[in-house]
């Protein structure tokens, strides 16, 4: 076969999104017969099969062919994506460098060409790494506006992910959402090339997780699977595919299964020559370990991450509070609350900031459930909405309020539930028993304990299936307390009347005053209060 014969099976298969079939046949072509065209679809099909490395050399081979011919436009062009080719494997000083140049070549260009739009995204991510998001935003609504002018999908598609993304950042959540579902348009419908179809659907899941829009995160993500799927030996972005997917099957209780994604998504990520990026796979595993309670593994996944450069918290910080290390537990999430000023990255860390905290100081993890709650209804995802009424719910409790506890507790559950997430889901019924038990309802606060711990069982997850099962356990009552004597006493605790108790115990008034008396006598206290005081500082309710 001819070498006219193998550019035309190459450009024929690389149309048909075939990058293995392209890839080798622009291998059997000698670099030097390859234009610059062919050199750029080239590296794309080599990068989206992960092949770094050829893809850097095609293009800088292009870049010279095309400055010795003059052709500024397309150099510009092809320094962006050396920039963003560099950028992903995480060179990020050679891809500063291939910015510089692309920035001083558009000044060579007319000032309406549409490459413009292209340096103005590159300038967009050097305001984004200076924590500048008003310039950055700035900038993306340039990208928007040169892409539709142009008529280039590509440049539009990503500037609207972009603009969401910031859009979310400044806390104009309904608005950014806006524009991301205006972006996958485009993306759906084809128009959008390979490479920025991948980053238009990992920008949008990930902007979806951050704030805890967990339908469209899934919708997204199962998107992007079939995207993935249908192209032939695709690796670039399966990383990415494979971490979302994970993400969304925690949620979903399928642990094991999250495990074998994250695990696929580390080895995607080698082979695609982006080591950095494994380290937020190795995070989220590590999560997932922690909450099937296997704590060695899942502090041997952090680990794994931070030698990749990538911080794996609050995660770390919930695994010290669940060995007992409440001090660097509570250090390490008030050093991330002080780093993190954006209500979006707080959103993050509002949750596990108040069940570390809860136990050491109260009335600062109330104050952080009631942020969580004013961003979640900021911001309208029922992920977030969740998470605030279950802390606030905890709150109350905590408080030895159980009756405004419930409320909570139960929005909680129907959030949660709503958007299948049994493992929240068992974490309130929890909560929802010791609340019931509480207020002496020991019935109800028997089934709600027992629905939980069998939902942790069916999830495997271990530690939270055990510390639920010794809340049912019968345990040794103090003082020669009975059960019966319990009972009321927690109803006392909960200020109930003596008509209260009998009436809830199908009890009479005598026989509560009878176990009334005998109280006071068995733990020696003159005073319902101080039979309160008692019951709560022995841990009855």
């Known amino acids: 076969m001819g070498v006219v014969d193998d550019l035309v099976r190459a450009r024929e298969t690389f149309e048909r999104g075939d990058w293995a079939a392209a890839f080798e046949a622009w291998t059997t072509v000698a670099p030097d017969a390859l234009a610059p065209e062919d050199l750029a679809e080239f590296a794309t099909a080599a990068f989206l099969l992960g092949r770094r490395g050829v893809a850097v050399q095609a293009l800088q081979r292009a870049f010279g062919l095309q400055v010795g011919a003059d052709d500024t436009r397309a150099a510009v062009l092809t320094a962006f994506r050396l920039c963003m080719t560099f950028d992903t494997g995480g060179e990020h000083q050679v891809a500063a460098g291939w910015a510089a140049r692309a920035q001083r070549l558009v000044e060579e260009v007319d000032g309406e060409a549409v490459e413009r739009g292209y340096v103005a995204y590159l300038l967009m991510h050097q305001r984004i790494a200076g924590a500048d998001w008003a310039g950055a935003a700035l900038l993306a609504a340039s990208v928007v506006e040169q892409g539709r002018r ?13 603009l969401g993304r910031l859009s979310i950042y400044s806390g104009r959540v309904p608005e950014g959402l806006a524009l991301f579902d205006e972006a996958m348009v485009g993306v759906a419908s084809g128009e959008v090339g390979p490479i920025f179809a991948g980053n238009v659907y990992c920008v949008m899941v990930e902007g979806c997780q951050e704030i805890s829009d967990l339908g469209r995160a899934s919708a997204w993500t199962a998107a992007l699977t079939r995207w993935c799927a249908a192209q032939p030996g695709l690796v670039t972005f399966t990383g990415q595919c494979a971490v979302h997917r994970g993400q969304i099957m925690r949620l979903h209780g399928d642990f094991a299964r999250a495990i074998e994604e994250y695990d696929a998504a580390v080895e995607r990520y080698l082979a695609a020559d982006t080591p950095e990026a494994a380290g937020l796979a190795l995070a989220e595993r590590g999560d997932v370990l922690r909450i099937m309670g296997d704590l060695d593994a899942a502090e041997a996944s952090y680990d794994r991450a931070a030698d990749r450069g990538f911080e794996p918290q609050p995660g770390l910080a919930l695994l010290w509070s669940a060995r007992g290390r409440d001090e660097a537990a509570s250090a390490a999430i008030r050093r991330l609350l002080a780093e993190t000023p954006d209500p979006v990255h707080r959103s ?30 900021d911001f309208g995802c029922e992920g977030l909405q969740a998470m605030a009424a279950h802390c606030l719910g905890r709150v109350e409790r905590a408080a030895g309020d159980a009756s405004g506890a419930l409320p909570y507790l139960r929005k909680a559950a129907a959030l949660w539930g709503a958007i299948n997430c049994p493992y929240e889901v068992a974490r309130v019924d929890v909560q929802v028993g010791l609340a019931l038990r509480q207020l002496g309802d020991v019935e109800s606060a028997t089934r709600a304990l027992t629905h939980a711990r069998r939902t942790f069982v069916e999830l495997g997850a271990r530690d939270a299936a055990v510390s639920t099962a010794r809340l049912l356990e019968p345990a040794a009552l103090p003082d020669g307390l009975t059960g019966r004597e319990v009972e009321v006493l927690r109803l ?34 003159a005073s319902r209060t101080a039979a309160a005081a008692y019951a709560f500082e022995h841990h009855l309710v």
Do not use: Y
């Open 492 to 525: 006392v605790a909960a200020g109930r009347s003596n008509a209260q108790i009998a009436a809830e115990l199908v009890l009479s008034e005598k026989t509560v005053a009878r176990h009334l008396s005998n109280i006071f006598t068995k733990v020696a206290v």
């Open 150 to 162: 142009h008529g280039d999908p590509d440049l539009t598609a990503i500037g609207l992910a972009s």
């Open 348 to 377: 993050r860390l509002l949750a596990a900031a108040v069940e570390i905290l809860l136990g050491t100081d109260p009335e600062e993890a109330r104050a952080l459930a009631v942020e969580l709650e004013q961003v979640a209804a």
